[in-house]
């Protein structure tokens, strides 16, 4: 099972980037697939999650309104759009996924979630 993350980058404060994952491996369709990011030295933190059907996201509140997450089933890939991006948005993010009985626990904590990807790294300047 792997998850490809792409779309990181650079980018000035009040830009946008999105970020793709894509899954293989595995049924990824009938996952919960989000993202997490991780600064550094803080811990990895939560930001996006969206359920197989897409008809439920979460978010972390400092994104709300700024980030969306979406999901494309036939080509197993999970999508955040990031905008209005500031420098307390860096760091490098992680795109993950659950499966079976951990979809229904919360989808906050990183403990909740089966597989991850490798990272893609954001960088915000001032």
């Known amino acids: 099972v792997q998850l490809q993350a792409c779309g990181g980058g650079l980018v000035q404060a009040g830009g946008s980037l999105r970020l793709s994952c894509a899954g293989s491996g595995r049924a990824f369709s009938t996952c919960d697939m989000g993202w997490f990011r991780q600064a550094p030295g803080k811990e990895r933190e939560f930001v996006a999650a969206?359920?197989?059907?897409?008809?439920?996201?979460d978010y972390v509140d400092s994104v709300k309104g700024r980030f969306t997450i979406t999901r494309d089933n036939a080509k197993d890939t999970v999508y955040l759009q990031m905008s209005d991006l500031t420098p307390e948005d860096t760091a490098v993010y992680y795109c993950t996924a659950r499966f079976g009985v951990k979809t229904t626990a919360q989808p906050l904590s990183k403990d909740n979630y089966d597989y991850w990807g490798q990272g893609t790294q954001v960088t915000v300047s001032s």
């Open positions: 969206i359920n197989w059907r897409s008809d439920r996201t």
